[in-house]
């Protein structure tokens, strides 16, 4: 069975410009979560899906993130403009049940904002 | 509140000795904890978890030990190997009103020496 997909690995953009990036989740997972890691530190929930609904998105940076997940199956999660400080590792997540009892992670984003 | 303490920020462990990872959590709300193992350039995979009504959960060379009255819980690594060298995440799920949303700890970077 295929893990949580994303891609770019690796993107790097001067500030101030447009970033996106996209997720595929395992097959059958309805619930699709995005998080920011900053460098030695765990993992924060950006966004929380259920199918296409965004049931959490308390902790998203709404003036300068967005995302959308139109199909209720991939995910792309957007930054415009991009500032230096967005530089970290974008984690995709998904799980097959709500309540975040197993959340299978793909390898992430590494993003740095030159 | 929503917080969840973890310590050490590293460890180095001999090969065949115990690692000990200690988190505290605050909110009484909390109903899963999880723990998650981290390699380099790779996404979180979850480990081991347990929920507040059970003291001890173990499988195989890993045990989670759980002091509800404290909010305390305690990743145990026993026969470390030198495989075993990752990063470790404490996590809690943030009960009926957060359902689904996990809080991570900061991290533990666990070396084992041959």
């Known amino acids: 069975e295929a893990g949580v997909v994303q891609s770019p690995r690796y993107k790097i953009i001067e500030k101030k410009q447009p970033v996106a990036f996209w997720c595929n989740p395992i097959?059958?997972?309805?619930?699709l979560y995005w998080y920011l890691q900053n460098l030695g530190q765990g993992p924060e929930l950006l966004i929380r899906?259920?199918?296409?609904?965004?049931?959490?998105d308390s902790q998203l940076p709404k003036d300068r993130f967005s995302a959308e997940r139109l199909k209720g199956v991939d995910s792309t999660l957007k930054i415009q403009p991009a500032e230096l400080g967005d530089s970290a590792v974008y984690l995709c997540?998904?799980?097959?049940?709500?309540?975040?009892?197993?959340?299978?992670f793909g390898p992430g984003t590494r993003l740095t904002v030159l | 509140q929503q917080q969840v303490k973890q310590s050490p920020q590293s460890l180095i462990v001999q090969k065949g000795g115990i690692s000990i990872i200690n988190c505290a959590y605050e909110?009484?709300?909390?109903?899963?904890f999880p723990w998650y193992q981290q390699f380099p350039g790779k996404g979180p995979a979850l480990l081991i978890a347990?929920?507040?009504?059970?003291s001890e959960k173990k499988e195989g060379r890993f045990t989670i030990s759980f002091n509800k009255s404290a909010k305390q819980f305690s990743l145990h690594i026993m026969d470390s190997q030198p495989g075993d060298s990752a990063t470790y995440f404490c996590?809690?799920?943030?009960?009926?009103?957060?359902?689904?949303?996990?809080?991570f700890g900061q991290g533990t970077t666990l070396q084992v020496k041959p």
């Open positions: 899906y259920e199918n296409e609904e965004a049931v959490d």
């Open positions: 347990i929920r507040p009504d059970v």
């Open positions: 996590a809690a799920r943030g009960g009926s009103s957060n359902t689904g949303k996990l809080i």
């Open positions: 097959s059958g997972h309805n619930t």
């Open positions: 909110n009484t709300a909390f109903d899963y």
């Open positions: 997540a998904s799980s097959l049940d709500p309540y975040g009892n197993e959340q299978f």
